[in-house]
């Protein structure tokens, strides 16, 4: 995404807009050419079709994206349901009930009125009509987003263990059941999709090790980019405790 964030920069536009190949998936990057994940695209997209549209209906993410959604949705007295990773289950609740906005953090969204589908071009022009209606930049909508919810900042890191170690890694993450980890207190253990530790300041840690090939993806949110980056650390030290990896 270089080539978009220097474009950005150097034309001084207020937003940069991609997609990938068979563009279901979109990014972004704001005035300052700075990329935006699709945790913040999609709280911005939430706020925007609840206050400016008007829409309603329930609110479905997966287990690895933002909880920022879940205190919009709680401001809101919206429904909020999470899933396993794969918009495919998202795409099971729109096809059943009334959901007003699905995604996952890899950049997939899609919303009611259209497809029970990812699709970044709307997505992307969806997120043009929200600063066009506020008359802010990108970065102001996120801005306004964490001024009501509070600072939300994550990581992630993909491991590539060997091979012999999945199953000691497989087994290690199904059989945890410590109070604390990091020195953080867990609050709750949920394993809808890999293992995720849910911390009692509202952090979370979830380590979800590949089903078809040698690999361990490890994510984090906090609220400081400091704290995620620490737990993605000890994630990963629990995770090479079992094996190296690369």
Not at 13 to 27: H, N, P, S, T
Not at 40 to 57: D, E, I, N, S
Not at 155 to 182: C, Q, S, V, W, Y
Not at 191 to 217: A, H, I, N
Request: proline share 4%; aromatic share 6%; net charge negative.
């Amino acid at each position: 995404m270089q080539a978009l964030f220097d474009a950005v920069t150097e034309s001084g536009r207020d937003v940069g807009i991609c997609l990938d190949g068979d563009a279901d998936r979109f990014g972004a990057c704001d005035s300052h050419g700075c990329f935006v994940d699709c945790h913040r695209l999609f709280a911005v997209l939430l706020k925007h079709l609840t206050t400016y549209r008007g829409l309603t209906g329930d609110v479905v993410r997966t287990v690895s994206t933002t909880r920022a959604l879940d205190k919009l949705c709680a401001n809101r007295g919206i429904r909020l349901i999470e899933t396993p990773i794969g918009f495919k289950y998202i795409c099971d609740l729109m096809l059943q009930g009334d959901v007003m906005i699905g995604g996952e953090e890899s950049g997939g969204i899609g919303i009611k009125g259209h497809l029970p589908e990812r699709d970044g071009v709307v997505m992307g022009l969806l997120i043009l009509e929200a600063m066009a209606a506020a008359s802010k930049r990108l970065e102001d909508l996120i801005d306004d987003v964490f001024t009501e919810v509070g600072p939300h900042e994550y990581t992630r890191n993909d491991m590539h263990p060997d091979p012999a170690a999945m199953p000691a890694i497989n087994a290690g993450l199904k059989d945890f059941a410590e109070a604390t980890f990091a020195g953080h207190s867990v609050n709750e253990i949920v394993r809808k999709d890999g293992t995720r530790l849910d911390f009692t300041d509202g952090s979370w840690l979830l380590l979800r090790p590949s089903g078809t090939e040698p690999v361990v993806r490890v994510y984090a949110e906090a609220p400081t980019m400091e704290q995620a980056t620490q737990l993605v650390a000890a994630g990963v030290s629990f995770v090479n405790a079992f094996g190296a990896a690369d």
